[in-house]
């Protein structure tokens, strides 16, 4: 009996043993388990997500590291998604000419582009501020307001106050997610309203040179057939209305070649060119007016661009054109000088006379069809075309051309073109 109760005793210790040593182990490895899962956790924590995962076993423990582990990647590649996203957006953004702002329902800003800062003048630390602290004009305050309070809103035409020759529009929608907020859109248009007040002074200016002597030509038509028999007046009304006819040949005439050259028709023809028998050749045309004025015409042409390969139809008419201005805008008795000279890469033509000079405002603009210094619609000759012929023709020759004043007074006008 006492050897069968001693067995018994001592099987209960080897069972209690063996438990207390399984559970040992089940706890070690538990706890082995435990700190890899911490271990992974904190790296994700740092975001790497791109080591491998553990064994996590396939107890409760391990199934719900697991689960987590899945969710933790699963918003990983949310995240990188999210980035890319956002990345692209911002490369757009920055890259767009229309400035964009946006702001939350709380009116702050969380959001401009590149554009929207220089045309607002916004400051680098814009980011999280007040829209109505930040942006300095009332307008635009008030349209991001009225979408933010969900107000339809209309696009608003404005110039900014510390640059009145650009020209904006405005226009701001609602956004709306969990609050309200709101998206501005700036569009520089200021391009657009110079060309459409190129077209409208072009339409103006045509009609006006068109009317004048359409309207000389009605006048001494109808007199001619009031009364044929007078010989003396018949003479000096047919030489008066060939005159304007010839006025209006030699307008229609320039602006078919404008038009010619807008769209690419004209193509540079090169050939040697006695540069100074053209201009002696164009400066004879105008010796008589020239005479007429008593002005003094002086060429110069350095040897070393008296021959140079260029397109000469195109030489000459540029000539032409940049003589007749000078010829007409130079007082009685003054000096019109013509130079041409030469370097490694270009020749220069220099034609300067000792008239009245342009206005500073106006330099850049001489070369539009049409524009005149003077707003009057009196001109001292010409259809008003010259220079605009002149810049295209200089630009189908791969050259530049420049409007200036002299030290000494009057305007300088500088062409450079290319050596061939």
Do not use: K, M, Q
């Given at each position: 009996m006492s050897s069968i109760l001693l067995a018994f005793l001592l099987g209960v210790a080897l069972a209690a043993g063996a438990a207390w040593?399984?559970?040992?182990?089940?706890?070690?490895?538990r706890e082995t388990r435990a700190g890899a899962i911490q271990a992974v956790a904190r790296r994700y924590a740092l975001g790497d997500l791109s080591r491998a995962a553990p064994d996590y076993g396939d107890d409760d423990l391990g199934q719900v590291a697991r689960a987590m582990d899945q969710a933790v990647h699963e918003l990983g590649r949310h995240a990188t998604s999210l980035t890319r996203d956002r990345a692209r957006m911002e490369a757009i953004l920055s890259s767009m000419v229309e400035g964009v702002l946006v702001v939350d329902d709380q009116g702050r800003i969380q959001l401009v582009n590149d554009a929207a800062r220089r045309m607002l003048r916004l400051e680098r630390d814009a980011l999280d501020r007040s829209y109505v602290e930040v942006i300095r004009h009332p307008g635009i305050v008030e349209q991001i307001g009225q979408a933010m309070n969900n107000t339809p809103t209309d696009g608003l035409e404005l110039s900014l106050p510390r640059d009145r020759s650009r020209t904006l529009v405005a226009r701001v929608a609602p956004v709306v997610t969990e609050g309200h907020g709101a998206v501005l859109v700036l569009h520089d248009v200021t391009d657009l309203k110079n060309a459409d007040q190129i077209r409208r002074d072009f339409v103006a200016n045509v009609s006006h040179e068109l009317r004048t002597p359409l309207t000389a030509i009605k006048g001494y038509a109808e007199a001619l057939i009031d009364d044929p028999d007078d010989q003396a007046s018949r003479e000096r009304f047919l030489e008066i209305i060939h005159r304007q006819a010839s006025r209006m040949e030699r307008l229609v005439k320039d602006l078919l070649r404008l038009a010619r050259l807008d769209a690419g028709q004209e193509a540079a023809e090169y050939a040697p060119c006695d540069i100074h028998a053209l201009a002696a050749g164009i400066a004879a045309d105008f010796e008589p007016l020239v005479r007429e004025k008593a002005q003094h015409l002086h060429l110069h042409v350095a040897a070393e661009a008296r021959t140079v390969t260029t397109d000469p139809a195109k030489l000459h008419d540029i000539l032409r054109n940049l003589i007749e201005n000078a010829v007409n805008y130079?007082?009685?008795?003054?000096?019109?000088?013509?130079?041409?000279?030469?370097?490694d890469s270009d020749f220069h033509i220099r034609v300067a006379d000792t008239g009245p000079g342009l206005p500073e405002a106006d330099l850049l603009r001489v070369f539009e069809r049409f524009y005149r210094v003077d707003k009057s619609r009196a001109r001292p000759g010409g259809t008003g075309l010259g220079l605009a012929i002149v810049k295209h023709l200089v630009h189908v020759m791969g050259g530049t051309v420049t409007a200036a004043n002299s030290e000494q007074g009057g305007a300088v006008f500088t062409v450079r073109l290319p050596l061939r």
């Open positions: 040593l399984v559970r040992s182990r089940a706890t070690a490895a130079t007082p009685a008795e003054g000096t019109l000088t013509i130079e041409v000279t030469r370097d």
